[in-house]
T-cell receptor, first 114, second 113 residues
Framework: AAGVIQSPRHLIKEKRETATLKCYPI?????VYWYQQGPGQDPQFLISFYEKMQSDKGSIPDRFSAQQFSDYHSELNMSSLELGDSALYFC?????????????FGPGTRLTVT | GQQLNQSPQSMFIQEGEDVSMNCTSSSIFNTWLWYKQDPGEGPVLLIA?????ELTSNGRLTAQFGITRKDSFLNISASIPSDVGIYFCAGHSSGAGSYQLTFGKGTKLSVIP
């Protein structure tokens, strides 16, 4: 079965640079979620989109923005990167048509800021 | 916001032993999910529970939705080395207007061959 695709899998950036992470949800899934996970931490919710509209906002810094496109893929844009932004970033998708809360995670993007 | 208390934080068990872990909350949840995460990988959904008292199995894994709707349990029978990883509970709270999940802090499982 098709899974969530994230790219790139690894990314190394310097402080103050920008980064763009991409997420391709499972086909027919209408909702995308972005999470940040630091070492030894649980995933922290950043932001979600339902049918290309922002549906919920978590602890996303103002330096970050995201959007969902007409083909349902999503991009997380991160600017003025800081050392503390180094983390695993996960995208998850779900189909909310049946009021399902099941989220399926991608393999993640490991961002290292130097 | 809602918090999930997951325990134990970590456990070391002998291969072949059974494992139990749980999540509790002060709030009522209408959905409980259990995920397993391998190092550097994304969490994989193991079991989803939607009804109080529900008991659901997935191979050697069995999870239960607590009657009070404030807790959930995951049991792994006859553990094997590939069970090693971090297990997260996650829940959706009744009354929450969005589809956002609340995650526990995880249980790190180590299996000694």
């Amino acid at each position: 079965a098709a899974g969530v695709i994230q790219s790139p899998r690894h990314l190394i950036k310097e402080k103050r640079e920008t980064a763009t992470l991409k997420c391709y949800p499972i086909p027919r899934h209408d909702t995308v979620y972005w999470y940040q996970q630091g070492p030894g931490q649980d995933p922290q919710f950043l932001i979600s989109f339902y049918e290309k509209m922002q549906s919920d906002k978590g602890s996303i810094p103002d330096r970050f923005s995201a959007q969902q496109f007409s083909d349902y893929h999503s991009e997380l844009n991160m600017s003025s990167l800081e050392l503390g932004d180094s983390a695993l970033y996960f995208c998850a998708s779900s189909f909310t048509g049946t009021i399902s809360y099941e989220q399926y995670f991608g393999p993640g993007t490991r961002l290292t800021v130097t | 916001g809602q918090q999930l208390n997951q325990s134990p934080q970590s456990m070391f068990i002998q291969e072949g032993e059974d494992v139990s872990m749980n999540c509790t909350s002060s709030s009522i949840f209408n959905t409980w999910l259990w995920y397993k995460q391998d190092p550097g990988e994304g969490p994989v959904l193991l079991i989803a529970l939607y009804k109080a008292g529900e008991l659901t199995s997935n191979g050697r894994l069995t999870a239960q939705f607590g009657i009070t709707r404030k807790d959930s349990f995951l049991n792994i029978s006859a553990s094997i080395p590939s069970d090693v990883g971090i297990y997260f509970c996650a829940g959706h709270s009744s009354g929450a207007g969005s589809y956002q999940l609340t995650f526990g802090k995880g249980t790190k499982l180590s299996v000694i061959p």
